[in-house]
Structures are given as C-alpha cells and as structure tokens.
C-alpha cells in the first residue's frame, strides 16, 4: 500500500521567509496530492492539491511542486505571517480509473512563524 | 461551515462507557471516512464508508465500530473506554468519482475521565 513521508516535523521561520515542507510517497500509482492546514483545535481545511499531470500549482502565496519520477512534492509557502501557524499535512491518493483510493496522510509539519 | 455536521461537539464520559459519535456527509457525498486524532498526533485513518458499505478499514480497534445509514449519516461507536481513547474524532466526506480532497467536519472531542 501507499505510504507518505513527511519532513521536517516541525519548522520554524521568521515572519517575511519562505517555508518549504517536502513529502514522498511510495506507490507510483498515486495521482492526486492534497495538503491540508489544522489550526489548534480545529478541522484540517484543504489549502491547495494537484494532480500528476502537473507539475506545479500556484496560489497567492503557496505553490506545490511534484515530481513523479522521485516520487515526492513540496509545498512552498512565501512571504510568511504569523497567521500561517498552523500544522501542515500532505496526502497521496490512487486513482483507480475514475473512482477514489483513501487519501493516505502524512504525519505532519508543525510550522510556526516568528514575528 | 464545510458541509460536514459532526455531533455532538465534546463529550465527556468515564471509562468502560459506550459513546456513539455522528456524522452527517457533505450533500451529494457518498463516501464518510472516521480519523482519529490525539493529542499532537497525526490523522489516523479508521474505517471508510461509501453509499452504506465498508470500504476501507485502517487501525480500529475492536472495540470500535461503524456504520453508514440509507440516508448517508455514519455512527461511529465506541465502547469499553479507556483513558487512551480520549481525542479528537474527525469525519470527512468525499465524492467517489473524480479527482477532489476530503471535506471535514469540525470534529467530536472526546474525554475519557
């Protein structure tokens, strides 16, 4: 089965840097990553996904990369503020001809931001 | 509000009790997904359920069970509680067809006293 690596597990940055927060996983059949943002105390909300047939994804102030053939996409956060303190995770899911696998999850990226 | 009704919000109980946490899916999801959550822990992943059927099973304990009704709501119940299953219990919802992320709802907190 799939299985996603998630580094660093925590990271901590002054307000203004950029935060990167790489995953891996192992099942090439794996199509579609998610990264999610928790708050304390608070559900995981989506922030951005992409899907194999990108290579990179945008918005505002967060990009993702993938690279299929090393297995493993980043997620790159510019211009941080304290508000971006959150814990992140990463997911891989397969794709089986239309219909969803389980999101496998990674174990998280406690990032805090400094001001 | 993300779609995904989860009650009741916290519950408090002694241990050996029986609780039944709930989940209503976002409209137009079929699939539920029960994830526990303690304290500084990561998601882990506990039973899926799509149109009423299980479909995936994770690291759930026996003592734990689950269900997904006609009209889609799932239950997820606990029994024989112990300290340690005190956690956040999250229930996500998914369409089945298609690319898309899971939706969640905002989680029952649980304390085992």
């Known amino acids: 089965g799939e299985n996603v690596e998630q580094h660093p597990s925590t990271l901590s940055v002054q307000e203004g840097d950029s935060a990167v927060i790489k995953c891996t996983y192992s099942?090439?059949?794996?199509?579609?990553f998610p990264w999610y943002k928790q708050e304390l105390g608070k559900r995981p909300q989506l922030i951005i996904d992409?899907?194999?047939?990108?290579g990179e994804k945008k918005d505002q102030r967060i990009a993702v990369t993938l690279n299929k053939t090393a297995k493993h996409f980043s997620l790159h956060i510019t211009e941080t503020q304290p508000e971006d303190s959150a814990v992140y995770f990463c997911?891989?899911?397969?794709?089986?001809?239309?219909?969803?696998?389980?999101?496998?999850f990674g174990k998280g990226t406690k990032l805090s931001v400094k001001p | 509000d993300s779609g995904v009704t989860q009650t009741p919000k916290h519950l408090i109980t002694a241990t050996g009790q029986r609780v039944t946490l709930r989940c209503s899916p976002r409209s137009g999801d079929l699939s539920v997904y029960w994830y526990q959550q303690s304290l500084d822990q990561g998601l882990q992943f506990l039973i899926q359920y799509y149109n009423g059927e299980e479909r995936a099973k994770g690291n759930i304990l026996e003592r734990f069970s689950a269900q997904q009704f006609p009209d889609l709501h799932s239950e997820l119940n606990l029994s024989s509680l112990e300290l340690g299953d005190s956690a956040l219990y999250f229930c996500?919802?998914?369409?089945?067809?298609?690319?898309?992320?899971?939706?969640f709802g905002s989680g029952t907190r649980l304390t085992v006293v």
């Open positions: 992409i899907r194999s047939n990108v």
């Open positions: 997911a891989a899911r397969q794709n089986y001809g239309g219909s969803q696998g389980n999101l496998i």
């Open positions: 996500a919802s998914s369409a089945q067809q298609g690319y898309g992320g899971y939706t």
């Open positions: 099942d090439s059949a794996s199509n579609y």
